[in-house]
């Protein structure tokens, strides 16, 4: 299950003997992460951040039991570094993101996050601030709006949905998700229709990135979380789009690669890597939780941990120059395939490997390429 997995990656960064340690969930949603790591690190400070106030609300009233050892923070993610000055904390020893919408905000029926049911075109995360589902539809221009579901979307009939709604608009403003809705569906010629799941289900995606400004918002994150976190730290990052996966998978290769010339024996002061991968590619939820959770089919977790840069032990040096990463879980093999529907932004052929025998911990598997 992914909340053990999530549960296994942390432990080690978060069981200190010397000290209580720190952990941030930068996207507390209904705290069911934050719970389960409260209960099994009895000595653990949580800092929870999530834009929706909502959903802050629900974790407040969830980890009552905890309140002498949580800081619960209405914060959008990109302002993490901020966030732990402001408590004291520069530094931290785990940090989970677990991305997109919660179940929460999905089943509201008043925030039009959801094609299935009518709601005006909200989309905001944070009802307090920002620009609507509403408004893009309604002022963005036909090329901003085909882009966003390119892009987005990874919708293939981008210009057409854009110029319906263009249409749509010029009739009537646009106000409801179920209009909108319609118009998706009316837009896609009937046999593309019958795959990749309902119709408009990847207009909304798209919408909802572009409202949240999720992208630019994780590219601002990551880093700043990875810069916090004290040595021996870990990050677990499950994604639910192919775009956030990628700005994850860079963030991570990018620290746990020298920077120094590979054909020298030895590190160069300064040029070591900085993270240890933790997961092998990215890993995918098993069988059985995908049909517990359909949601899981398109997660993708990856993991690393903070390590000490331009170690001077040889051998360590020639793991660390190979980016090491120890027991990896359940594999993608990324196989796009264009000519189908593509699910909540994936659309991957899953070949499973089995993890590595034992506890693994120890195990180091060569570098990614
Ligand atoms: C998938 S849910 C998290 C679920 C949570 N792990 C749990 O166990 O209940 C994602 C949450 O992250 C929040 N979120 C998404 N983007 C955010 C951002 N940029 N900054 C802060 N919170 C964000 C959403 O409001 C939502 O509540």
Do not use: W
């Not at 959008?76 to 402001?86: K, N, S």
């Not at 929460?104 to 920002?130: E, H, I, K, N, V």
Request: aromatic share 4%; charged share 30%; hydrophobic share 40%.
């Amino acid at each position: 299950m992914l909340l053990e997995r999530c549960l296994e990656l942390l432990a080690p960064a978060l069981d200190r003997k010397d000290r209580a340690t720190v952990y941030v969930d930068a996207t507390l949603g209904l705290a069911g992460h934050a719970e389960a790591v409260l209960a099994a690190h009895p000595r653990t400070v949580l800092i929870g951040l999530d834009r929706d106030t909502e959903a802050l609300a629900h974790a407040r009233a969830r980890l009552d039991r905890y309140a002498d050892r949580i800081h619960l923070v209405h914060a959008v993610y990109d302002e993490f570094t901020e966030v732990l000055d402001r408590l004291g904390h520069p530094r931290v020893d785990g940090v989970l993101f677990d991305l997109g919408v919660s179940s929460l905000q999905l089943d509201a029926p008043d925030r039009g996050f959801a094609y299935a049911q009518d709601a005006p075109l909200d989309m905001r995360m944070d009802q307090s601030t920002g620009t609507t589902a509403e408004e893009v539809v309604n002022t963005y221009s036909h090329g901003e709006l085909a882009r966003v579901l390119r892009v987005y979307g990874e919708e293939r009939f981008a210009g057409r949905i854009a110029s319906a709604i263009i249409r749509e608009r010029e009739r009537t403003r646009m106000t409801s998700s179920a209009r909108l809705a319609e118009l998706v569906r009316d837009s896609i010629p009937a046999p593309a229709r019958r795959t990749g799941g309902h119709p408009a289900k990847r207009t909304f995606q798209a919408l909802r990135i572009e409202v949240n400004r999720e992208l630019a918002a994780l590219e601002t994150a990551l880093p700043a979380a990875l810069d916090a976190l004290s040595l021996g730290g870990r990050m677990v990052v499950l994604s639910y789009h192919s775009l956030e996966d990628r700005i994850t998978k860079q963030a991570l290769t990018a620290r746990s690669r020298s920077t120094g010339p590979v054909d020298l024996p030895v590190e160069l002061p300064g040029t070591g890597p900085t993270l240890r991968l933790l997961s092998r590619g990215a890993e995918l939820a098993g069988e059985a939780e995908v049909e517990a959770n359909p949601r899981a089919a398109s997660v993708r977790l990856r993991a690393a941990e903070r390590i000490e840069q331009d170690g001077r032990n040889g051998t360590e040096t020639t793991t660390r120059r190979r980016a090491a990463r120890e027991r990896p879980g359940r594999v993608a093999e990324e196989v796009r395939t264009s000519d189908t529907g593509i699910a909540d932004g994936f659309e991957v052929a899953r070949r499973e490997m089995p993890r590595s025998p034992g506890d693994g911990s120890g195990t180091t598997v060569q570098g990614e390429g």
